[in-house]
C-alpha cells in the first residue's frame, strides 16, 4: 500500500508551508507528495481574510518542490482543465518532470468548482462543455507527448485545434502518470479507460469505491484494455492520534470532530487508520491519499509513517 501526503494550500498556506511538510513527507518516506489545483478557500470561511495569505498555482508550486525535493513523487489531485490550454498545460507539466528529474504525475479533472471562476475571470462552461473540453485535452496532452522527436502534431477538435506544433518539451519519464478520479459512472470509466494510468476515488465510503471501480473496469473491458494495468487509489482525510486525547486535539485543529471523521475519514488511532485502510484494500485500493489539513503539524505526518506504515 503507497501512502501519499495530500494537501489543499487554497485553504491558507505559502510556499515555504509547503515544502517543510513536503520535506518531512519525504523524510518519512512516503511514496509522493500531492496537492490540490484551486485558487479560492473552501468552507465556511470565505470571507475576504479567509485562506490567508491567498492561493499558489499549483504547477508553480510543484516546479519549486522539483528542485527542494530529491526522491518525493510530486503531483496534482487534481489540476482543472479549465484553467489552462492542453498545449500549455503539456509544456509546464513536462518541464517540472524535466526539473524533477522525472518524478511527476498528473491528476486531470473537468473542473467543478464554479466560486473560484467567477473570482479569478476564468471562463465556466456547463458539465457537457467541461467534459468534452476535459477529453480533448487528455487527448492533446498525450498526443503532444506521444509525438516522436522531429516530427509535428496536429489536433482538429471541436474545441481545441493545433497545427504544426513541435510538440516539445518532452517530459523526463517515457509516460508521466495520469491520474482520472471521480464519482461520475459513464464519461469518467470510459476517460479512465482511454488516457489514465491511475483511478481515485475521493472522499468515498468503501461500497461506493468498489462499485466505481467496477464500472472503471467494464469500461476498460470495453475499450479492449487490460484493467489490472491501472492503479486504483482512495483519498481520505486524516487524523490520527496514539490515544483519544491526540485525536480530539487533531480534530478541532481542523474544525472537525472525532466521530464524524472516524465515519467519513482515516480517523483514530493508528490500529483504527490501519484497519479502515485494510477494507479499502479489500476493495481493491493500492494507494491512498491522506488528505492533511493541517499543514503546520508535521508531527502527525511523521506519526503515520512510523506507526501505520510499518502495519501495512
Known amino acids: 500500500m503507497d501512502l501519499r501526503i495530500f494537501t489543499e494550500p487554497q485553504q491558507g498556506a505559502t510556499y515555504d508551508d509547503l515544502l517543510r ?22 468552507g465556511e470561511s470565505t470571507g475576504p481574510e479567509a485562506g490567508l495569505p491567498g492561493p499558489t498555482d499549483a504547477w508553480t508550486t510543484l516546479a519549486g518542490l522539483a528542485r527542494d525535493t530529491t526522491r518525493i ?43 473560484e471562476h467567477t473570482a479569478y475571470g476564468i471562463p465556466f462552461p456547463g458539465m457537457r462543455e467541461r ?14 507527448w506521444s509525438t516522436p522527436v522531429g516530427e509535428t502534431f496536429d ?34 470509466p470510459e476517460l479512465t479507460a482511454r488516457y489514465a494510468t491511475e483511478f481515485n476515488v475521493p472522499f468515498q465510503p468503501v461500497d461506493a469505491a468498489r ?18 494495468e491501472l492503479t486504483y487509489s ?14 480530539a486535539r487533531r480534530a478541532a485543529a481542523i474544525g472537525r470532530a472525532p466521530a464524524e471523521l472516524r465515519e467519513n475519514g482515516l480517523a483514530g488511532t493508528p490500529d483504527e487508520v490501519v484497519a479502515k485502510i485494510g477494507a479499502y484494500a479489500e476493495a481493491g485500493v493500492t494507494r491512498f491519499y491522506l488528505q492533511v ?14 506507526r501505520v506504515a510499518p502495519q501495512l
Open 21 to 42: 511538510l513536503a520535506v518531512a513527507a519525504e523524510d518519512a518516506g512516503y511514496d509522493a507528495f500531492f496537492r490540490s489545483d484551486h485558487y479560492l478557500v473552501m
Open 73 to 115: 513523487r510530486l503531483g496534482t489531485l487534481v489540476t482543472s482543465a479549465t484553467f489552462r490550454h492542453p498545449g500549455v498545460l503539456a509544456i509546464q507539466v513536462a518541464q517540472v518532470d524535466q526539473m524533477s528529474g522525472g518524478r511527476v504525475e498528473l491528476g486531470l479533472g473537468a473542473g467543478w468548482y464554479e466560486a
Open 131 to 144: 467534459f468534452d473540453r476535459f477529453g480533448e485535452k487528455l487527448a492533446v496532452i498525450t498526443g503532444l
Open 155 to 188: 489536433h482538429h477538435g471541436e474545441h481545441f485545434q493545433l497545427k504544426d506544433s513541435p510538440a516539445l518539451p518532452k517530459p523526463e519519464q517515457r509516460r508521466v502518470p495520469i491520474i482520472i478520479g471521480g464519482t461520475g459512472k459513464k464519461r469518467t
Open 211 to 228: 462499485a466505481q471501480f467496477g464500472r472503471v473496469r467494464e469500461a476498460c473491458a470495453a475499450a479492449g484494455r487490460d484493467a489490472d
Open 234 to 247: 482512495a483519498a481520505l482525510v486524516l487524523c490520527c492520534g496514539q490515544d483519544e486525547a491526540e485525536v
Open 293 to 306: 489539513l493541517d499543514i503546520g503539524d508535521l508531527e502527525h505526518v511523521v506519526a503515520v509513517a512510523a
